[in-house]
């Protein structure tokens, strides 16, 4: 590798020529497309005898337990489907506790002689299947030689075709257990919780009247990313192993001016964008919003709302896309939280909902009690972020969401919920019992009275808070953009269950007039927990101060984020609940502070080598240059230009000096110091070889530049 290779790099980018504009065809997104490579209710009632397709529907779309003697005739049909679109082989996909998904593929070949074979599928196949489970993080769950892992089929998730350059194969989304029964996975925890959210709303409602009607939880996952051209990348070796530059002096411009938010996307990109788009559409994932984010080079991907399950997988399932039609276009899709110093990080905001016979019940209502049953839903969240918030912001903890929280860019890391003025005020009425005068209302009673008009995007949105209400939902800005959504959206289902039980227990033991008892349920429930809400500015050096008045947890790194996990008050919720065991919290506890450890042990390692092997031979010849040509100079009685270069050395062998000392104390701490020591010596370094970056000639330094980076591709 050398110095020239960013001239390569950037001449290639610059010879490229732009897409014709008749030279290809568009993907083909049309409604006709649409869900094409999904085995989901088109495909069930085509390809089933009608009263096998009505039995997975009541499954699939009901919440009934799935009847296992129609498991072989859906996976004959599920097979003949598969064979029709190109597939050769099929796989468990599942989701372990690496944070990303996991597949094995077996193939539909069957023997059935020398020389003889079949293609087969049979329901066995479909419902479960065994794999290796000894080399997926456990937290202690599994030992090396207690290798077997169980997958079990998930028919609420439907089968999908992921298709490769050589051919196709079916994926079956799966649960991924233990053999002795506990959950190595994200999907497990995630369907419990939406289990126990479901049976403590349907309780809830029942005071209010209402019949037994389906209730589900919804999720709309906006995923951030950053895009590099492949030559760039390919010449960092801290991006090829890190996700993130561990060097990068900032460039003259990055995004001060604001002019790349929701700027023209360039044909490039824009060629990339219809690629993922057409690739998602035929997986049924409603792709529906795309734009230029706030730093150069970022961007967003936003679906519409669907089924929580659904979404969590349909997001997994966007982040391998992203990455995948990168490549395809020469391109790299950088989903860490924090690629670039100095300019915004990417997250991934996970608006959550739930409806309950098809009404949301985050949206207020037409007529008191639907109003009531808001308020009361409402105080049910806010009680539960107030009394949970160390679990909520444990679920957004990690080496490359440390760089991103509150870094004047994302919410901080202090859990606060924003609400909006009119919303404010209405609560505010609650809590006080008076009328606010600028509402022009009576005094307000729960269940007589309706709530005041709350149209559409009445109120302004609030960036930096990491819980702000938008309408009819909860947009939760805390969690990484690499982050799979599973577990924060497993904990908030799980402590919203709490609260709306915690309060059906106060209804219960209140007799009396319901509306009555209501209204002051819910007035004490704001006076007890009003502390978390907060509609001012998360940046403000003023909050911090606030919010520990207020007693708010304020947990700034991964250590701290995850220590809620092993707390027993904590971990009874969970129990209580059948979510997670004491055991599984304590190995997702492991699993956390494992992968923090060992990411910043591998980023200063790389840290390390590129500034012992890549950047100190190029300043130490520079500076052995300036020697001999200051000595030259003084030899020959030059009296013009000698000053400048004698400055110039004393910069770079000071510089040279200082990159031996702090790659010398980074050594020192990987070998016997902590993370943390180990962060406060990467920086010292950076420093130092981001000032050199600013010395040494252009032509010779060896890594790609910020100002190359993000702005040629």
């Not at 609560?427 to 509402?439: F, L, P, R, W």
């Not at 840290?607 to 300036?626: T, W």
């Not at 010596?681 to 790609?704: C, G, I, K, N, S």
Request: net charge neutral; aromatic share 8%.
């Amino acid at each position: 590798m050398n110095a020239n290779n960013r001239i390569h790099a950037i001449n290639a980018i610059a010879a490229r020529l732009p897409d014709a504009p008749n030279g290809n065809l568009p993907p083909d997104r049309s409604m006709e497309t649409y869900g094409e490579d999904v085995f989901g209710e088109k495909a069930i009632q085509t390809c089933l005898p009608k009263a096998v397709a009505r039995k997975l529907l009541a499954t699939v779309k009901g919440g009934q337990p799935l009847d296992p003697s129609i498991a072989d005739d859906v996976a004959h049909a599920m097979k003949d489907w598969a064979l029709s679109k190109g597939a050769t082989h099929f796989t468990h996909w599942f989701q372990p506790l690496t944070g990303g998904t996991a597949e094995k593929h077996d193939a539909f070949l069957e023997p059935t002689g020398p020389a003889q074979a079949v293609q087969k599928f049979s329901g066995k196949n479909l419902i479960g299947g065994e794999t290796d489970a000894s080399s997926f993080p456990s937290g202690g769950l599994r030992s090396t030689f207690e290798a077997r892992g169980y997958t079990s089929w998930d028919p609420t998730s439907p089968a999908f075709i992921k298709r490769h350059a050589n051919g196709a194969t079916l994926c079956i989304p799966t649960v991924f257990r233990s053999y002795t029964g506990e959950a190595l996975d994200s999907k497990t925890p995630l369907l419990r919780s939406v289990q126990a959210l479901t049976k403590a709303t349907k309780r809830l409602l029942a005071h209010f009247g209402l019949e037994d009607e389906h209730m589900s939880v919804t999720l709309g996952a906006e995923q951030e990313y950053f895009l590099v051209d492949r030559g760039f990348y390919l010449q960092r070796p801290d991006l090829l192993q890190t996700g993130r530059t561990v060097y990068g002096a900032a460039p003259a411009k990055h995004q001060q001016l604001d002019d790349h938010y929701f700027g023209s996307i360039r044909p490039r990109i824009l060629k990339f964008m219809n690629e993922v788009e057409d690739r998602l559409w035929k997986l049924g994932i409603p792709a529906k919003t795309r734009h230029n984010e706030v730093a150069p080079a970022q961007f967003e991907l936003a679906p519409t709302f669907e089924d929580l399950n659904l979404a969590v997988d349909h997001n997994m399932l966007i982040m391998e896309t992203l990455r995948q039609t990168a490549a395809r276009n020469g391109l790299v899709c950088l989903l860490h939280e924090k690629p670039f110093e100095g300019v915004n990080g990417s997250g991934k905001h996970c608006n959550w909902s739930i409806s309950y016979g098809g009404r949301n019940l985050l949206n207020p209502g037409s007529n008191p009690k639907e109003n009531a049953i808001f308020l009361t839903v409402l105080s049910a969240v806010i009680r539960a972020i107030d009394l949970h918030a160390d679990l909520l912001r444990a679920t957004t903890a990690g080496a490359g969401n440390d760089h991103r929280l509150g870094a004047n860019e994302a919410p901080p890391a202090i859990i606060s919920i924003f609400l909006g003025d009119e919303l404010s005020a209405v609560m505010h009425e609650i809590e006080t019992g008076q009328a606010e005068k600028k509402s022009g209302r009576a005094k307000l009673k729960i269940g007589v009275d309706t709530l005041p008009p709350l149209p559409a995007d009445t109120t302004d949105r609030n960036r930096t808070s990491p819980f702000a209400f938008t309408g009819n939902k909860f947009e939760f800005r805390a969690p990484g953009s690499s982050h799979n959504c599973a577990m924060n959206q497993m904990v908030l289902n799980t402590i919203v269950a709490e609260s709306m039980d915690a309060i059906s227990d106060k209804i219960e033991a209140m007799p009396g007039d319901f509306n009555t008892n209501l209204q002051k349920l819910l007035q004490r429930l704001i006076r007890a927990h009003k502390r978390v809400l907060f509609s001012g500015d998360g940046y403000s050096s003023d909050w911090p101060k606030e919010a520990a008045k207020r007693k708010l947890p304020n947990l700034a790194d991964t250590p701290a984020a995850i220590e809620p996990l092993r707390d027993p008050a904590n971990q009874s919720i969970f129990v209580k609940y059948g979510v997670l065991t004491k055991t599984e919290l304590d190995s997702r506890y492991e699993i956390a502070l494992e992968d923090y450890q060992r990411r910043i042990r591998i980023e200063g390692g790389v840290a390390l080598e590129i500034a012992r092997s890549m950047i100190r031979p190029v300043v130490a010849d520079e500076f052995s240059k300036l020697a001999t040509a200051i000595s030259l100079a003084m030899k020959d009685g030059l009296k013009v230009g000698v000053t400048g270069l004698k400055a110039l050395s004393l910069k770079l062998g000071a510089g040279l000096d200082d990159l031996h000392v702090k790659c010398e104390r980074l050594d020192k701490s990987l070998v016997k110091g902590t993370p943390a020591d180990q962060i406060a010596q990467m920086d010292e370094l950076r420093r130092t070889v981001d000032a050199l970056e600013y010395l040494v000639d252009d032509a010779r330094w060896p890594l790609p530049k910020y100002r190359e980076m993000l702005f040629i591709y």
